[in-house]
């Protein structure tokens, strides 16, 4: 079982700045990272990717060139960048680690955008 807790959620206002830290209980080398996000009312989406050992890091279009995802596998955190927040953004973000046959989810962190 790999727990993953994120931190870093809370308000801030438009065009602000949040970092999101995940951090897991595992080294986190063998797992495709991701962030998801639940706006209020709506299905949970994916944000942002960062495959396991190769590949580049994927962004859903609504936040390319605002957000970044990076990881650092030897403190085994994840961490999600996110610049020029907007209300739209506002949701519950979610940390995931996954490999084949495994699939664990963090408890989620809030992030409200207002003026």
């Known amino acids: 079982q790999v727990q993953l807790v994120e931190s870093g959620g809370g308000s801030a206002q438009p065009g602000g700045s949040l970092r999101l830290s995940c951090v897991a209980s595992?080294?986190?080398?063998?797992?495709?990272m991701s962030w998801y996000r639940q706006p209020p009312g709506k299905e949970r989406e994916l944000v942002a990717s960062?495959?396991?050992?190769?590949?580049?890091?994927s962004y859903a279009d609504s936040v390319k060139g605002r957000f970044t995802v990076s990881r650092d596998d030897v403190q085994k955190t994840f961490y999600l960048q996110m610049n020029g927040l907007q209300p739209d953004d506002t949701a519950v973000y979610y940390c995931n680690a996954r490999r084949t046959g495994f699939d664990f989810w963090g408890q989620g962190t809030q992030v409200t955008i207002s003026s």
């Open positions: 960062a495959p396991a050992v190769t590949g580049s890091p």
């Open positions: 595992v080294f986190t080398f063998n797992y495709d």
